[in-house]
């Protein structure tokens, strides 16, 4: 089972790029990387997800090194409506069947006016 | 609308007591799963069930018992609550094993259900 990493909290403004990092040096061959955004007293929401080198769709990009042992999470021009906390997430379901699907302790993004 | 529903969002219960929260889905998903989130210590998952009568521990499941008798419902039984199982809760689903791939399967969450045990 991958255990990720990613820095506690980011502070970022307004209009920036933000880039969050996840570790996970123990990922497995058939594992994908999944990113979920959380609000406050709501349920994670999925922003992307991929299995390597780079993805993009309307919310964000996800930068898969040729390693996979981390990952980043690209979001472009933050408003304050970003702030939440991310996880990142390592597994697979279809392949492990007894596998867990373990969050890490997410970042939190506060982002500023 | 595709989702997963949980009930109640809020409760509040005595030691001891004997609880049910519900979990439903309408997406036929597989995989179902509970989680419960402390602060500082994220999201950790209590059971997760990868098809009907098939159950298994995550990481958290002392306390907690779980059902899947019907692929849309995965309730959530505590038979004596104490109250270091205040929490939040949130119930997952994900992936239709039929077709064959994880990708572009995420977890679907619920609204979540917070529980407060005294």
Known sequence: ?113 | EAQVTQNPRYLITVTGKKLTVTCSQNMNHEYMSWYRQDPGLGLRQIYYSMNVEVTDKGDVPEGYKVSRKEKRNFPLILESPSPNQTSLYFCASSLSLATGSLYNSPLHFGNGTRLTVT
């Open chain 1, 1 to 113: 089972l991958a255990k990720t990493t990613q820095p506690i909290s980011m502070d970022s403004y307004e209009g920036q790029e933000v880039n969050i990092t996840c570790s996970h040096n123990n990922i497995a061959t058939n594992d994908y990387i999944t990113w979920y955004q959380q609000f406050p007293s709501q349920g994670p929401r999925f922003i992307i997800q991929g299995y390597k080198t780079k993805v993009t769709n309307e919310v964000a990009s996800l930068f898969i090194p040729a390693d996979r042992k981390s990952s980043t999470l690209s979001l472009p021009r933050v408003s304050l409506s970003d702030t939440a906390v991310y996880y990142c997430l390592v597994g697979d379901l279809l392949n492990n069947a007894g596998n867990m699907l373990t969050f890490g302790g997410g970042t939190r993004l506060m982002v500023k006016p």
